[in-house]
């Protein structure tokens, strides 16, 4: 039960939350307790974007997409929340909910407000609204009647139909937010984490799209939950003229947008990760330390010889990407210590970069496996080169063995020489997603691919060009 008066506005309408279960998500408070059905539950992971409400967290420009299945109650205490009610009605509908009827962009309507929310977004984003933003856009969200041209059409019918969506005081700053046996910590900084670190028993969480997949999310004898996406040292993107750094806090959304114009190598394996839904919510921190073999950041990471800030009680200390995991879904972490920031130097100029990723589906899919590539090549001798791999171990692999052996060689030796060796260096495990053989025949055929790109000079091929 609720303690304390803790405070949400949907649609523009303050609600105080009481009476609920620690582990509530967004949607079932919505659906259950308000009757505010036009949000949808389908899949309840993340992976259909029926359930999409556009958040905005503090008084600013930054109302996103998110989905409302995959976010607790207790981590949006504060924010402005609107769903498609808070759009369009029938006698006053919202002009893209119009363009679906007059496109014939709906059957059953089951995905319709997910689909309306995520096109809203985009068109309110200021983004230029094209095919490819529309598939972006729309990559979270799954119709299984419709069929996508008509919803495509419809979008761009009312491109430059921008939508005011109110701006609200948001006055709850409640640091304590207590559901049953839970409390909700939120730290402003790093002082107030520190505190908070005193506490008995908790559990860190970001974004929770990782965590929050667990039902129950945290064993209630722990009692706090301690959400580090309000702490402001985490919050943060520099870029000095050698290195961008990015608080631990910081969005994959954010990421790929502040790395767009120095590393544009990064921007397809960056958008091709989850959904816009999902990057607005998931954290590169919550995303390293997730530890996860087939997480997308750590390989790029890796060959970028990023390192990782880790906060602790006795403060800050410095360590490479490279030495951060240490088992299956395990790091180096000690359970009260955080990802502070990262900091990922920009590739040598003379270097060419490459990252690609395997999935069952191009987009909303998580990798088979993975491989990014840093280079140096002169006269078409290799120069320089490291690589990094997902989905071929335990952990993020990277491939310093195999690197140090096509060192000084002639470009074909060297791939060749990979194919022949890889299962030297790499042996990956069989499961739902792929073989061993499978990944380790993928894996070779990534190699060909740099072989062609650097052959004819690309500067980058897209998993999906031949
Ligand atoms: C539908 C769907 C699609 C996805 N697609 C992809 C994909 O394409 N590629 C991919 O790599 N992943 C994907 N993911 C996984 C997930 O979204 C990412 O790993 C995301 O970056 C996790 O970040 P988060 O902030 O949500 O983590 P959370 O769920 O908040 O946290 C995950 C873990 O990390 C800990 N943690 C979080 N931040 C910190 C920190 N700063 N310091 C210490 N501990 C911390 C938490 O305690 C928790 O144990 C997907 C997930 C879903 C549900
Ligand atoms: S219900 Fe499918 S993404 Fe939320
Ligand atoms: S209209 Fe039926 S699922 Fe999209």
């Given at each position: ?44 992971e993340?992976d ?224 091709r990760?989850g ?15 997730t530890?996860s073999p087939i997480g997308d950041?750590?390989p ?28 299956y879904r ?26 690609w990723k395997l999935s069952k589906r191009y987009d909303q899919d998580i990798s088979t496996i993975s491989l ?17 791999a997902g989905g071929v171990a335990a952990t993020p692999k ?28 790499i042996q990956p495990i069989s499961d739902l997603r792929g073989s061993s053989h499978y990944r380790l025949e993928a894996m070779?055929g990534l ?16 998993i999906?060009?031949?």
């Amino acid at each position: 039960m609720t303690d304390s008066k803790n405070i949400i506005y949907i649609n523009n309408k303050k609600v105080e939350v009481t009476n609920v279960y620690h582990d509530i998500t967004l949607l079932d408070w919505l659906r259950n307790y308000h009757k505010i059905t036009g949000t949808k539950e389908g899949c309840a992971e993340g992976d259909c974007g029926a359930c999409s409400v556009i958040i905005n967290k503090k008084n600013k420009e930054d109302s996103k997409p998110i989905n409302s299945c995959l976010v607790r109650l207790g981590q949006v205490i504060g924010s402005n929340i609107t769903t498609i009610e808070g759009l369009g009605c029938d006698k006053n509908p919202h002009p893209l909910q119009m363009a679906f009827s007059n496109e014939y962009a709906s059957q059953c309507g089951y995905c319709t407000p997910g689909f309306i929310i995520s096109g809203v977004s985009l068109i309110n984003s200021g983004k230029v609204v094209n095919n490819d933003t529309i598939n972006d856009a729309i990559s979270g969200n799954l119709c299984r009647c419709t069929g996508y041209s008509p919803i495509i059409k419809a979008i761009k019918s009312v491109s430059n139909r921008k939508t005011k969506l109110k701006k609200i005081e948001i006055i709850n700053k409640e640091k304590k937010v207590r559901f049953g046996n839970i409390t909700y910590l939120k730290p402003n900084n790093l002082k107030e984490l520190k505190d908070y670190l005193e506490v008995k028993s908790f559990q860190f969480i970001a974004g929770g799209t990782d965590l929050n997949l667990q039902r129950p999310i945290i064993n209630e004898k722990e009692s706090n939950i301690i959400c580090l996406s309000f702490i402001k040292e985490l919050n943060f993107i520099k870029k000095f003229k050698e290195k961008i750094v990015l608080g631990g806090a910081v969005t994959i959304e954010n990421f790929l947008d502040s790395v767009r114009s120095k590393m544009p190598e990064l921007i397809e394996i960056l958008q091709r990760f989850g959904s816009p839904q999902i990057r607005n919510q998931g954290t590169i921190g919550g995303n390293l330390c997730t530890s996860s073999p087939i997480g997308d950041l750590a390989p790029l990471l890796m060959v970028l010889n990023s390192d990782i800030n880790v906060f602790g009680k006795n403060g800050v200390k410095k360590t490479n990407i490279k030495n951060f995991f240490k088992g299956y879904r395990k790091n180096i972490l000690k359970k009260d210590e955080i990802i502070l920031s990262i900091e990922i130097p920009y590739p040598n100029k003379k270097n060419k970069m490459f990252s690609w990723k395997l999935s069952k589906r191009y987009d909303q899919d998580i990798s088979t496996i993975s491989l990014a590539i840093n280079i140096q090549t002169q006269k078409n001798i290799i120069k320089e080169i490291q690589m990094a791999a997902g989905g071929v171990a335990a952990t993020p692999k990277s491939l310093d063995k195999l690197c140090k052996s096509m060192l000084e060689k002639k470009l074909d030796d060297a791939i060749d020489f990979a194919t022949e060796n890889l299962d030297k260096f790499i042996q990956p495990i069989s499961d739902l997603r792929g073989s061993s053989h499978y990944r380790l025949e993928a894996m070779k055929g990534l190699f060909r691919r740099l072989q062609i790109c650097l052959r004819q000079d690309k500067e980058s091929l897209s998993i999906m060009e031949v």
